[in-house]
């Protein structure tokens, strides 16, 4: 049997700095993984640290800088 990949693999989480976020959404769709969120009533998405795998995809989309890759805090 083949060891499993479980999210505890993950090393790299996205965050998001609320001070530049201009609310967009445009990281949202992009993500595949449903690490990016989006809170009813509220325009800036939220990360979901718990299925981010950290593949960066959503930072190159950020116009504003907001996203940023760093290692996971346990
Ligand atoms: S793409 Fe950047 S500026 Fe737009 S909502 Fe996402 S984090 Fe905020
Ligand atoms: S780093 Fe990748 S998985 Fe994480 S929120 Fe951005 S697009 Fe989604």
Do not use: N
């Not at 976020?21 to 325009?43: A, H, N, Q, T, W």
């Not at 990360?47 to 981010?52: K, L, P």
Request: net charge negative; hydrophobic share 35%.
């Amino acid at each position: 049997m083949f060891p499993q990949m479980a999210v505890t693999d993950v090393t790299y989480i996205v965050y998001l700095d609320e001070e530049l976020c201009d609310g967009c959404r445009l990281c949202l769709p992009v993500c595949k993984f449903k690490g990016m969120i989006s809170i009813p009533g509220e325009r800036m998405p939220m990360v979901d640290q718990w299925s981010c795998t950290g593949c960066g995809t959503c930072v190159t989309t950020c116009t504003q800088g907001a996203l940023t890759l760093r290692p996971k805090e346990e």
